[in-house]
């Protein structure tokens, strides 16, 4: 049977290497079904029956719609869903490092917390975005067509490695090859006919990618295999219900201003003028209020009536390793989304945020799994405590179930976007 969900969210995978790609799609996406671009250097003018979307520092993006049956009498409250565009990886330092003989190399830095062995011995892309000197937007690039590769070392010169484990000095050992000798492809040279520009007049920030596409997995196609699962597929859900619910129908009945926001640099803390922790949701939920006629403190009496659906990936079951999880709150794949919790709220759901959660489910007619982490493992945490707290806006976290979390190369349930992208549909109903 088709699977359009996830042939849908493996184009969307295949487009997006890096979270400016992810972004620059998303935009795409948007303006094709009609949702208005708006600067937010600009006045904002939000009618009912208006939808439209805002990019920030080219990795975050806020769209909303409000439904036709809004007024200022009878404000509706903002249903949100929040996730994040960028992922665990290795990015290019600015210069490249003294040849060892005439090897070629670029010296990378580790952006978040990427599993290490699984760059090594991959054909790597470079993607990412360039400046030319007083340019404030830059040039989306992609290169793969001569995938550069770290070489793991040979096993007869390092023989306890199978026994031992494989120990990686993100300094020394992951510095990827890009060729031999002075050759006219080097990334300066790629770099100069992209911009037109000389190298040292160029700011870059430039990601290694996996060049191999996102496909299908298994024998029987159950899952999907890619880098950027983690959380491009929860961009991808959020972004795909909120188009589907602006069909003509669903945006006339909607009892709640629907909200997707995809941030940027969660993976390192979401810490910068446009990760969870800037003003950016705020600024975008309170500007649309203003813009709809309300005053702040009606905006502010809407919050605690709004609800945030933090949407992140969750660990599955790994059939190899059971003794990592806790023996009644795994979850698996294809079996449908995952409501994530955990006592010292590093997931932002608790019981009553829950009872509502379980609900949309039910009218979505989809399965719901529960995660919790083992109470003797650190547990992982997500952009929704955070936000829920700097809003006051009650929360729950949910994904998808996956395995090989923050690998080069990750693997999901196939069955599992169709699945989401109904509750998210349904929750955005308000
Ligand atoms: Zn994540």
């Not at 009912?48 to 409250?77: D, E, M, N, Q, Y």
């Not at 031999?180 to 100069?192: D, F, K």
Request: hydrophobic share 40%; net charge negative.
């Amino acid at each position: 049977m088709k699977n359009i969900a996830a042939d849908d969210l493996i184009a969307f995978l295949n487009t997006s290497p890096t979270p400016w790609h992810a972004t620059a799609e998303a935009a795409q996406r948007l303006e094709a079904r009609g949702v208005n671009r708006l600067r937010e250097d600009e006045p904002w003018t939000l009618r009912p029956g208006h939808s439209a979307f805002i990019v920030r520092g080219g990795g975050t993006l806020a769209a909303l719609r409000i439904p036709s049956g809004f007024s200022v009498r009878k404000p509706l409250p903002f249903h949100i869903i929040a996730a994040h565009t960028d992922s665990p990886g290795l990015r290019l330092k600015p210069r490249p490092p003294r040849p060892v003989q005439d090897y070629r190399q670029w010296g990378v830095e580790v952006y978040g917390g990427p599993l290490y062995n699984s760059w090594l011995d991959r054909d790597l892309g470079i993607a990412g975005r360039v400046f030319r000197p007083g340019e404030r937007e830059g040039k989306l690039v992609r290169f793969e067509a001569n995938p550069v590769r770290i070489p793991q070392l040979a096993i007869h010169l390092d023989r306890t490695v199978n026994e031992q484990g494989l120990v990686l000095n993100a300094e020394r050992h992951l510095v990827p090859v890009t060729g031999q000798g002075g050759g006219s492809n080097s990334l300066e040279a790629l770099l100069e006919r992209e911009t037109g520009a000389p190298f040292s007049d160029l700011t870059f920030e430039l990601c290694l990618y996996d060049t191999q596409p996102a496909a299908y997995g298994g024998l029987d196609d159950a899952f999907v295999y890619s880098g950027r699962l983690d959380n491009l597929a929860m961009c991808h859900t959020a972004l795909e219900a909120f188009l589907a619910a602006g069909t003509a129908e669903t945006a006339e009945s909607a009892q709640a201003v629907q909200v997707v926001v995809l941030f940027d640099h969660e993976e390192i803390g979401s810490v910068s003028g446009h990760g969870a922790k800037s003003n950016f949701l705020a600024a975008v939920l309170e500007r649309a209020a203003l813009s709809l006629g309300l005053d702040r403190e009606a905006w502010l009496r809407l919050l605690p009536q709004s609800f945030l659906f933090s949407a992140d990936m969750a660990h599955a079951l790994h059939p190899n390793y059971v003794e990592k999880h806790d023996a009644q709150h795994f979850p698996i794949p294809n079996r449908g989304p995952v409501l994530k919790a955990n006592a010292n709220l590093r997931y932002a759901t608790d019981a009553a945020a829950a009872a509502r959660f379980h609900d949309w489910a039910r009218r979505a007619g989809v399965p719901v799994q529960n995660f919790i982490n083992r109470a003797d493992l650190a547990c992982g945490s997500t952009v929704g405590p955070g936000l829920s707290a700097d809003l006051g806006i009650p929360a729950i976290d949910a994904g998808n179930a996956m395995l090989s979390m923050h690998s080069a190369r990750e693997m999901c349930g196939a069955d599992d976007p169709a699945q989401m992208t109904a509750l998210m549909r349904e929750f955005l109903k308000g």
